[in-house]
């Protein structure tokens, strides 16, 4: 009777929530454990399956509890919501992740390597970069803006706002203001130079990975996203066809239907949102390259469609090419009629 047959693992910085219950689905643990007791205390337990929410130090721990022999499980956030009953505790989260884990029909997060969960740190520090480049320079445009000062959209253009604070003989900027938009313009600089060299290391790592070269053969995808696929789409056969994989990315239009009418509305924006960005921002700049149109499928959407609505179905398709890759180990062939209307 008090054999446990599963665990549910709720995570936390200090304090984390263990609830164990039976074959009989009998609560048989129910305790806090301190971070340094964690591993001691499932290092004395046979092998279990435990379940846990996919956050951001779940892989960490799912690594570390594999290593002890468990059979380690990540559950989607979302996933585990729907079984959590009334207020919303750290208990209540493990007793509803160790009922999750439990269904035979729930979907799990497959496990990252170290590699693998080191690549996505690159990214998330790239990110982070940039979106503090771009408020800098949304700050600075904003500030000589007061003064008069202004120059077109787009980052192309910062430089000219730089060289106008540089200049001392520019009396349209006062003194002061170019003394404090000089310091924001040494911090823009000292992010250009970090992100150059996170780019730089990415570029890398594409060229040692035979399977982030692969799928820089697709249209639309570069190093940085190929090495970003790489890292987080840990395992491909998770994934049933390449249509299940662009829904995981939100980029099916979302479903809602009632009385058997099914309503088709705008893209669900589920999953990954990085993922997604980078997948649209790469259909964008094949849709406005010289070759946009070589394609006849392409051809056709731009002609009966907003380009922003072509670069996502464009997104969408590429996710579906990128899961045949990654499943098939083999770079990316055009179709016939591609290689034909390009030549």
């Known amino acids: 009777m008090n054999t446990i047959t599963r665990i549910g693992l709720d995570l936390a910085k200090s304090v984390f929530e263990v609830h164990a219950v039976n074959a009989e689905e009998q609560v048989v643990h129910h305790r806090s454990l301190r971070r340094a007791q964690v591993l001691k205390w499932f290092a004395k337990l ?3 399956l435990i379940g846990m929410e996919a956050c951001g130090t779940a892989h960490h721990w799912a690594r570390e509890l594999t290593q002890l022999g468990h059979q380690v499980r990540l559950i989607p956030p979302a996933y585990v919501k729907a079984y959590l009953r009334r ?11 160790c009922e ?13 390597s170290v590699e693998q969960q080191a690549t996505t740190v690159i990214h998330k520090a790239r990110e982070m970069l940039v979106k503090q480049r771009t408020m800098i320079t949304n700050s600075l445009r904003g500030l000589l803006a007061e003064f008069g000062v202004t120059v077109p959209e787009g980052p192309r253009h910062v430089s000219e706002l730089t060289a106008r604070v540089a200049d001392p003989e520019d009396t349209t900027i006062p003194s002061g203001t170019r003394v404090a938009l ?18 730089t290391r990415i570029r890398a790592l594409v060229r040692e990975n035979e399977g ?3 799928l820089q053969t697709i249209p639309g995808v570069g190093p940085i996203l190929a090495s970003a696929l790489a890292a987080i789409v840990t395992d491909p056969r998770h994934f049933d066809s390449g249509r299940d ?8 239009p979302r479903q809602d239907g009632t009385g058997g009418k099914v309503k088709l509305g705008r893209i669900s924006k589920r999953g990954n949102g990085y993922l997604r960005r980078l997948l649209v921002n790469g ?3 094949v849709l406005n390259s010289k070759n946009g149109t070589s394609d006849p499928w392409r051809a056709r959407l731009l002609k009966t ?3 922003k609505l072509a670069a996502v179905a464009l997104a969408n398709k590429t996710a579906r090419i990128v899961w045949a890759v990654m499943m098939r180990g083999e770079a990316y062939r055009p179709s016939t009629a591609t290689v034909a209307t390009a030549g």
């Not at 000089?182 to 780019?199: D, F, Q, R, Y």
């Open 46 to 48: 046979p092998p279990f």
């Open 87 to 97: 207020n919303k505790t750290d208990a209540a989260d493990a007793a509803a992740i």
């Open 100 to 112: 999750a884990v439990g269904r035979p029909s729930m979907r799990f997060v497959p496990i990252r």
């Open 182 to 199: 000089s310091g924001m313009i040494e911090v823009l600089n000292t992010l250009n130079e970090k992100i150059a060299g996170l780019e």
């Open 212 to 214: 982030m070269r692969r």
């Open 245 to 252: 994989f662009a829904a995981s990315l939100g980029l099916v």
């Open 283 to 285: 259909a964008t700049a």
């Open 305 to 307: 469609k907003p380009r």
